[in-house]
């Protein structure tokens, strides 16, 4: 038996084909552009790209793998927000609004003078943002109206996929439903009272089950292009960050995932529902987990392994020109460098559109502090990734704060190659810090839904307990902790110092733009 998870994300999909001891049998990844169609904010999906790319990968990666072992269910992880409005034949009536659009302001204030931010915190586990689906359905009916009149369904990316996977059966599973702001989080159902408030109807989404559930089976005309079987289940994913979790093995509360990519992203497991005002003020969230009977929540820094990147392209040309003639990876030799101890230097790391939480700032920069004419080039580099390491604590101080203790942390993505890294990171967060045996989480943690969808397993706890394996433990040194400690009461005070100084830093760069 094997088992297919799909991750599309925003900017490129991948399908992953597991056999049943979760060893990778085959890939594929295909990629789509964002658009930018208008005013600053405005960020959209073709999804008609992202379903060829979807077909594309999904294609390839069966013909990889042959036909000794077919794919017997499919489930898939997808990016929160994104909404796509369909037709009742089924088509798109425009581009989606992508998760990284944040247009509908106006009607995310009238959200918030009807019920409050607390009330919609409570009911949803989130607080009102422009980034979540609801608001943008309310613009689309205040600005769209002869779209939003055809509208049969709104969709998000996983039941898009899904849906067009049967075509003819919707669902969403709890966990992205929860992204929309319009799912109540302790009855798990459809939130009427934020909904009502939205002037929206339940009809126009698509029913909700639990992760690991079965939706339907592959569309016969579907399967023939790309070489599934029409008996293929078609399963509930999840949101990416949960399924993330799931194919890492973040099953019990007090464990974490750190996604280490361009975003740094911790998606911390909950063993019940954390809804109190200090989540609110921090901006973290509270919403199920794809797993049964957890809940999780998420911190994050857009600002990530995207610190590494600037400074490559700006900073390393040497090092660009090392790699590429001996064959070895530009990051490696730009580690190599950092500094063998912790630094005297402090990176705020703002240096993209928002900052992420707490914060959600939208007006802050990037700050290099305490550099003197004997910094060297390894404190430069150490720098950036304690500063990216720092923010990253805020948020495990903050959580800890409002309730919610992280006692390990798994970590997934590019940066979890770098033993450098997670070793700073156990010595910053002063918790042990954990690389794995899995590579493609999200898929990993959408293909153990479609496995249980399926009765391949009892519980996708138990499949994500007995599945993953742990390759390596980092401890924090106790001696850098004690340093860190230190200097994180200093970086702790960095941002709310300089917040109002920033902000005019901003207004500046905004004067200067061209009119």
Request: charged share 20%; proline share 5%; hydrophobic share 40%.
């Amino acid at each position: 038996m094997s088992l297919m998870g799909i991750d599309t994300g925003t900017t490129g999909v991948k399908a992953v084909i597991f056999n049943e001891e979760g060893k990778i049998l085959a890939q594929s990844y295909r990629e789509y552009p964002l658009i930018y169609p208008g005013p600053a904010g405005w960020v959209e999906l073709d999804a008609q790209q992202i379903w060829e790319a979807t077909k594309e990968a999904i294609s390839e990666a069966v013909t990889m793998a042959g036909k000794s072992d077919p794919v017997e269910a499919i489930a898939v992880s997808s990016m929160s927000e994104t909404v796509v409005p369909v037709d009742k034949d089924g088509r798109t009536l425009m581009n989606a609004i992508a998760n990284l659009d944040t247009r509908p302001i106006k009607q995310s204030k009238r959200l918030e003078e009807i019920l409050g931010q607390w009330r919609v915190f409570s009911l949803t586990g989130h607080p009102i943002h422009p980034m979540y689906t609801v608001p943008k359905l309310m613009w689309l009916r205040d600005e769209r109206p002869e779209i939003f009149a055809k509208v049969w369904k709104f969709l998000c990316i996983q039941d898009f996929v899904s849906f067009r996977l049967s075509s003819k059966d919707t669902a969403i599973d709890w966990s992205m439903a929860s992204r929309t702001l319009g799912f109540d989080v302790i009855q798990k159902r459809w939130c009427q009272e934020v909904l009502e408030a939205a002037g929206l109807s339940e009809k126009m989404l698509p029913p909700t089950l639990p992760s690991g559930e079965p939706i339907g089976t592959v569309d016969i005309k579907f399967a023939e292009e790309t070489g599934l079987s029409p008996k293929t289940v078609i399963a509930t994913g999840g949101h990416d960050q949960p399924c993330g979790c799931l194919g890492s093995g973040v099953v019990k509360g007090g464990v974490a995932m750190d996604a280490i990519g361009t975003v740094d992203c911790i998606t911390v497991a909950m063993s019940e529902p954390v809804l109190n005002e200090a989540m609110l003020q921090n901006n973290f969230c509270c919403y199920p987990h794809v797993a049964e009977d957890l809940y999780v929540t998420v911190t994050w820094s857009w600002t990530g392994g995207i610190l590494l990147r600037w400074y490559r392209d700006n900073f390393a040309s040497e090092e660009k020109s090392v790699a590429q003639r001996i064959g070895t990876d530009v990051y490696d030799l730009i580690v190599a460098q950092a500094s063998k101890e912790p630094t005297n230097l402090f990176v705020l790391p703002h240096f993209t559109p928002t900052t992420g939480t707490p914060w959600m700032d939208t007006q802050s920069k990037g700050v290099i502090a305490g550099l003197t004419i004997s910094t060297t080039r390894g404190e430069f580099v150490r720098a950036l990734l304690e500063g990216i390491n720092y923010e990253m604590r805020l948020n495990l101080e903050l959580l800890r704060e409002a309730g919610v203790v992280v006692k390990e942390i798994r970590a997934i993505g590019g940066g979890a190659k770098s033993r450098f890294w997670l070793q700073l990171k156990a010595s910053m967060f002063g918790v042990p810090v954990v690389s794995l045996n899995v590579s493609e989480a999200a898929c990993f943690g959408a293909a153990i839904a479609a496995g249980k969808a399926i009765g391949k397993w009892k519980s996708m706890r138990e499949a994500s307990e007995n599945l993953v394996k742990v390759r390596e433990v980092f401890e924090p040194d106790s001696k850098e902790t004690e340093l860190y400690n230190e200097r994180f009461a200093i970086y702790r005070n960095l941002y709310p110092t300089l917040k109002d100084w920033l902000h005019q830093v901003h207004k500046l760069s905004e004067s200067s733009k061209p009119s």
